[in-house]
C-alpha cells in the first residue's frame, strides 16, 4: 500500500470562489488567474470550474496551450509577456493577449510574424518597481503601441504592492496622473483588491489566490466574512503513536520535551511532501476531525502530533494537514511563509484527486 497521504482539489470550490468574485467584481470582467499550474492545484483539474470566467490568465506558454487544447475558447492573458521572437508568433498562434512591460517587448511583437493584430496589457510600473513602464514613459509607450499596426486594443495594467494592507492610494494617484486621457479599458485588482478596494475594480480584475480560497494578506481571519472554501486539502493518516513520560522529547534535535505523560501520534507527512518544515510546535492539525497541535520538528516524511485532545485516535485516523478545518494560512503564518506558497509547492509524490 502506497504512503496514506493525499492531496484532494475539490473542483466545486473553485466554482464557489469564482461565483463570490463574479458577484462582487461586477460589472468587472474576470480573469481566473492559473500561473504556477494553478497555484499547484493542476490547470486540467480545476478547468471545469472556470466556464464562468471571462478569461484566464497564466504566465507560460505551455500553460495557454494547455488551456486552448482543454478548448477554451475565451481571451488568454500572458501575464509578463514574451521574452522571444518565437513566443510573439506562439502568442498569434493561440490568439494570446500579451502584457507589455517594456520596449524590447513591444519590439518582438512588431517584429513577429502574424496573422491578425494583437491585443495587449500595456504595464505601468506604478511603484511595484518590478515590472513596467515608469509614469514618465508610460505616455510614449502607450502611442507607440497605438502606432503600431500589428497591435489592435491596448488594456491599461498596474498592479499593487501592498492591496491587502489598505494602503493603495499612492499607486493609484500615480496611475492616474499618468494615464489620465488615454482611451481604452483599465485592469488593476489582484484578489486583495477585489476584496477590499472595489473603487479599483475598473473593467478586469486579476484574482488568483481567492480562486483558491486562500487568503491574499496570509492572515485568515482577513477573509473570515467572505464566502470561500478551500480548494485544496491535504489529508494523511496516523501510523504510529507513543505514550511519552514527562521530560522524554520526540523527534530530531529534541526540539519537543513532554511536560507530562502525553501521547503522540505520527503522521504521514513531511517536508518532502510539501509541509513547511518551519512550522514550530503549536500549528494547528486536525486529527480525526479534533483540531490540535504539531509538537516537535518535521521531518522529511513525518510529523509528531499531540493526541491529548483526541484520546480515542490511533493508527489509521485521519489526518487534515490543511483544508477546510485547519485553513492553509494557519499553518503557513507560524511557519513564516503563506497559503501562496503551500498551495504551489505541493510535492510531486503526493498523490492528488480531483473531486
Ligand atoms: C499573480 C498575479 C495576480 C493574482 O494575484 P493574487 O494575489 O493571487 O490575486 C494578478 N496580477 C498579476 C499581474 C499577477 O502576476
Known amino acids: 500500500m502506497p504512503r496514506p497521504i493525499t492531496a484532494y482539489i475539490h473542483v466545486d470550490a473553485v466554482r464557489h470562489n469564482l461565483e463570490v468574485i463574479k ?43 494547455r488551456v486552448r487544447e482543454l478548448g477554451w475558447k475565451k481571451p488568454i492573458l500572458l501575464l509578463e509577456g514574451v521574452f522571444k521572437p518565437e513566443d510573439a508568433e506562439m502568442a498569434d498562434a493561440l490568439g494570446l493577449t500579451v502584457a507589455v512591460h517594456c520596449d524590447e517587448q513591444l519590439d518582438l511583437i512588431a517584429a513577429a510574424k502574424r496573422s491578425r493584430p494583437i491585443d495587449i496589457y500595456l504595464k505601468m510600473n506604478s511603484g511595484m518597481n518590478r515590472l513596467g513602464y515608469t509614469p514618465d514613459t508610460f505616455r510614449a509607450a502607450w502611442e507607440r503601441a497605438h502606432a503600431a499596426p500589428s497591435i489592435r486594443e491596448i488594456t491599461l495594467m498596474s498592479h499593487f504592492a501592498s492591496a491587502d494592507a489598505g494602503d493603495i492610494d499612492w499607486q493609484m494617484n500615480r496611475f492616474e496622473a499618468a494615464s489620465g486621457g488615454i482611451p481604452g479599458q483599465r485592469s488593476l485588482s489582484n484578489s486583495a483588491a477585489v ?13 488568483g489566490i481567492i480562486l483558491y480560497g486562500g487568503s491574499p494578506s496570509g492572515v485568515s481571519r482577513d477573509i473570515a466574512d467572505v464566502p470561500l472554501r478551500a480548494s485544496m486539502s491535504l489529508v494523511s493518516e496516523i501510523i504510529g503513536t507513543q505514550t511519552l513520560r514527562a521530560d522524554e522529547t520526540v523527534g530530531y534535535g529534541r526540539a519537543f520535551t513532554a511536560d507530562r505523560e502525553m501521547r503522540i501520534g505520527v503522521v504521514a507527512c513531511g517536508y518532502a511532501d510539501g509541509y513547511p518544515r518551519h512550522a514550530p510546535a503549536g500549528t494547528p492539525i486536525a486529527v480525526d476531525g479534533i483540531v490540535t497541535r504539531v509538537v516537535g520538528r518535521v521531518s522529511m516524511d513525518m510529523i509528531t502530533v499531540d493526541l491529548t485532545p483526541c484520546p480515542a485516535a490511533g493508527i489509521g485516523s485521519k489526518v487534515e494537514l490543511w483544508g477546510d478545518q485547519v485553513k492553509i494560512d494557519d499553518v503557513a503564518a507560524p511557519a513564516g511563509t503563506i497559503g501562496y506558497e503551500l498551495m504551489c509547492a505541493l510535492a510531486r509524490r503526493v498523490p492528488v484527486k480531483a473531486v
Open 23 to 65: 458577484q462582487r467584481s461586477a460589472p468587472a470582467k474576470v480573469w481566473a488567474v492559473v500561473k504556477a499550474n494553478a497555484y499547484g492545484h493542476g490547470i486540467e483539474r480545476i478547468y471545469p470550474a472556470l466556464a464562468a470566467a471571462d478569461g484566464i490568465a497564466l504566465l507560460d506558454l505551455d500553460e495557454a496551450v
Open 195 to 207: 476584496l477590499w478596494h472595489k473603487a479599483v475594480h475598473r473593467n478586469w480584475v486579476r484574482p
